[in-house]
């Protein structure tokens, strides 16, 4: 626009909206910091910036170049929900989801036009949320959506009107604080409601005095697990952040916020039907995606614990923070005690995914593979999920120790080293269990013990390499038939191996590799020869502890310990099902024993 000509904006178009939003978009990721510091409500875990920064980024990078503008944001609209991230991301796909619905069809529209599509979004978002909680992002899009319609009356020009609803935005923005007490407290105003209005900033100077050409390309913003921080006064009701993005849905858009209810609170729903997004704080997050696969095709989930973010930033109880992943089998309580960061891998039952303990929990996993006619595979974690949560915890700790599945199992281990590379300089610290299942719980369980107790991260490097080689883990296999599934064995070997009633022992060499140690040809002779491997192996030195798990065999659990007890003079540390992870490659009824040397 050149300097001193003022010409009136009478119409938006594609490339108009395409650029008025990436204006806005830069507005939001330069403040977003800001509006971290400030994230008081609904709960106080300072990432609204990065969410919201997050999400506008993830739709700028897929508004394509075309003139239509029903076509620009219906493309913003569906980037919207497949990239929301927290309460006022998904609300503000929710509010493009509205806006797509009006102007879908629409190359242009005028203020008037503009100013009803607007008015019909706001009313679509407050029709999403079970509560409407005043004072917050919705308080601010009602006034900005009201003042556009009133000032559209008098006037056709998008600059004019543009700037008029801005200043009305501002305004309710400013008087958050007296809808809201916990804002007042705080004395900050709404975060979610400050990035919309630095949105609208932006959309409104560069309608004003924006050029075309001078509008950047934004690229997707890499995948990022969401890090919840409360202060040390707050009260976490609800333990998992969990979103969920549901297609071809078979529950009616109001049915879904009720239902959502059962399972906890912070409920947001953005899209509709044929792709929806849900964003619900919970205790049960296994139970609420069981819910919703039962209502549509679930494309992608996501569960946080927010409650162990808070113990990490306000409650850690060591100088070194301790990681695994979870094919290593722990009890709960044993994690919880000694505050070890589980890294979930993904249990996939065909188009179905699963976070392995989170949202599938063993006893259901176990019903899946017995009843499912195709054989489950897994997944290593995403390799930003590791790197994301080593870099956070070593904001918190002096050092960071992660012990992971054997490298000759899988890749998580490497994921870990790759993670150290880019924090170069950082006290982390990546080892090779060289082991799985209860034998990794063994060594993790030992350098927690370590930890609590004082030893310095030097040290503790030479114990973990020490704890390796001194664990063993033997496997009493049921039946072939799920290695054989899972092609972890020839179908003719799986044959004859029934034909001869054969029971493999397996086991893991030095370097981690998985090796069949013995077998017998009933389950009563592999007992005696797993009997016998740990009378043999204790013969050596005394025993540290052992430990024993199952996949639906415990009363044969219970016999190998009745036995072991006898023999080592001990009971075990604990007696647990095996995680889906390690129990989607070994079936039902497989048992395993793990013991460690003093």
Not at 47 to 66: H, M
Not at 111 to 125: E, G, L, M
Not at 189 to 197: H, I, L, S, T
Request: charged content about 25%; hydrophobic content about 40%; some cysteine.
């Amino acid at each position: 626009m050149s300097e001193g000509v003022y010409t009136q904006v009478r119409y938006l178009d594609g490339h108009r909206f395409r650029a008025a939003f990436i204006a806005g978009t830069q507005a939001i990721i330069n403040d977003r910091g800001y509006l971290n510091k400030i994230n008081v409500f609904p709960v106080p875990d300072g990432d609204t910036g990065t969410n919201l920064a997050s999400t506008v980024q993830a739709i700028a990078a897929e508004i394509p170049q075309d003139p239509s503008l029903g076509v620009v944001v219906s493309s913003a609209a569906d980037a919207a929900l497949m990239g929301s991230r927290g309460n006022s991301g998904i609300i503000f796909a929710q509010f493009l989801y509205g806006l797509s619905r009006t102007l879908k069809t629409h190359k242009t529209a005028s203020t008037q036009k503009f100013a009803a599509a607007i008015k019909d979004s706001v009313n679509h978002v407050y029709a999403s949320l079970i509560n409407p909680v005043e004072g917050t992002i919705l308080t601010v899009m009602r006034a900005w959506s009201e003042a556009f319609e009133k000032v559209s009356e008098i006037s056709d020009d998008f600059q004019v009107n543009l700037h008029k609803a801005y200043e009305a935005a501002e305004i309710a923005l400013k008087n958050t604080p007296k809808q809201l007490e916990v804002l007042a407290k705080a004395g900050v105003v709404d975060a979610g409601a400050k990035g919309f209005v630095d949105l609208l900033k932006g959309i409104a100077d560069f309608i004003r005095a924006g050029n075309l050409k001078d509008i950047q390309s934004f690229e997707k913003p890499p995948e990022e697990s969401e890090i919840h921080e409360f202060s040390s006064d707050d009260e976490i009701p609800y333990r998992y952040c969990t979103e969920a993005l549901l297609t071809n849905s078979k529950i009616d858009f109001v049915e879904v916020k009720r239902q959502a209810e059962a399972y906890g609170d912070s409920i947001v729903v953005a899209g509709s039907p044929q792709k929806l997004r849900l964003h619900v704080h919970t205790n049960e997050p296994a139970k609420l995606f069981d819910w919703l696969r039962d209502e549509g095709e679930l494309a992608s989930m996501k569960a946080e614990d927010m409650v162990r973010q808070f113990e990490v930033s306000h409650h850690r109880k060591y100088e070194i923070a301790l990681v695994t992943d979870s094919a290593c089998d722990l009890p709960q309580k044993i994690i919880e005690d000694y505050q070890i960061n589980v890294i979930p891998f993904t249990v996939n039952f065909g188009e179905n995914s699963y976070l392995d303990k989170i949202t599938i929990t063993p006893e259901k996993f176990y019903d899946m593979l017995e009843n499912a006619p195709i054989h489950p595979s897994t997944a290593q974690p995403s390799p930003a999920s590791v790197s994301n949560l080593l870099a956070f915890l070593k904001t918190h700790y002096d050092s960071v120790m992660s012990v992971h599945i054997s490298s000759q199992l899988s890749g998580v281990h490497n994921l870990a080293l790759q993670a150290v590379e880019t924090h170069e300089g950082d006290d982390i610290h990546v080892i090779d269990s060289k082991h799985l299942s209860v034998s990794q719980g063994l060594i993790v369980y030992r350098l927690a013990q370590d930890i609590a107790s004082g030893v310095s991260i030097e040290k503790l490097v030479e114990l973990a390499d020490s704890y390796v080689k001194k664990t063993r883990v033997f496997v009493d296999v049921a039946t072939l038939k799920y290695m054989v599934r899972g092609g972890r064995v020839s179908p003719l070997k799986g044959v004859v191996g029934k034909l001869l009633n054969l029971k493999p022992i397996i086991s893991l060499d030095e370097d981690g590799k998985g090796v069949a140690f013995g077998k017998s040809f009933s389950r009563r002779g592999n007992m005696e020869k797993i009997r016998q491997l740990v009378v043999d192996y204790a013969a050596d030195s005394p025993v540290w502890e052992y430990a024993i798990v199952h996949a639906r065999a415990l009363e044969r659990a219970r016999q190998y310990a009745s036995e072991l007890e006898t023999l080592l003079g001990k009971a075990p540390a604990y007696i647990q099902e095996i995680s889906p992870v390690v129990g989607a490659h070994n079936g039902i009824g497989v048992v395993g024993i793990g013991i460690m040397q003093k």
